[in-house]
């Protein structure tokens, strides 16, 4: 809805300037109904209350950045992984996505390096107010040398 109120004065004024996805996401937002965004209130709240448990048990949560090894800048986004369809630019960063929605802090830090020399992301979340967790964690790869190479990364098969 952020989006929307954000960017549909620019898609009144200026359509035929934006991006197919921008479209796309400001014509989703204009199609919800008000039971649609309750809906959608109510299964945040449930996962929100999920991850605070999770947080009850666990400092932080590491997971993939995306779900994908880097891509041509050319393409826009990815259509298809291990043979599973996109729906939308949305899908193939589902994990940025879906961590979003919990309301945690998140950081994304460079963890290993394609065979090609291109850098792989780690997402470090953590529970709600733990901002400087992150940070700390951050700086301690950095210090070590992680994101620079020079902690001897690991190379990804190509």
């Known amino acids: 809805?952020?989006?929307?109120?954000?960017?549909?004065?620019?898609?009144?004024?200026?359509?035929?300037?934006?991006?197919?996805?921008?479209?796309?996401?400001?014509?989703?937002?204009?199609?919800?109904?008000?039971?649609?965004?309750?809906?959608?209130?109510?299964?945040?709240?449930v996962v929100q209350q999920r991850v605070r448990s999770f947080f009850e048990r666990y400092d932080v949560l590491a997971l993939p950045t995306v779900q994908v090894l880097p891509f041509p800048v050319e393409l826009d986004w990815v259509h298809e992984i291990e043979?599973?369809?996109?729906?939308?630019?949305?899908?193939?960063?589902?994990?940025?996505?879906?961590?979003?929605?919990?309301?945690?802090?998140?950081?994304?830090?460079?963890?290993?390096?394609?065979?090609?020399?291109?850098?792989?992301?780690?997402?470090?979340?953590?529970?709600?107010?733990a901002d400087l967790l992150l940070l700390q964690i951050a700086h301690a790869f950095d210090h070590d040398g992680w994101v620079d190479g020079t902690a001897g990364l690991a190379t990804l098969p190509a």
């Open 1 to 45: 809805m952020s989006f929307e109120r954000n960017f549909g004065p620019l898609y009144d004024r200026r359509y035929d300037d934006l991006k197919d996805t921008i479209r796309w996401n400001i014509e989703l937002a204009r199609s919800l109904t008000a039971a649609d965004v309750g809906r959608a209130l109510r299964e945040r709240g």
């Open 83 to 129: 043979g599973v369809a996109m729906s939308n630019y949305l899908e193939w960063m589902r994990s940025c996505t879906d961590i979003t929605i919990t309301g945690c802090p998140a950081i994304s830090i460079p963890f290993a390096f394609t065979a090609g020399g291109l850098p792989v992301g780690v997402q470090v979340v953590a529970p709600p107010g």
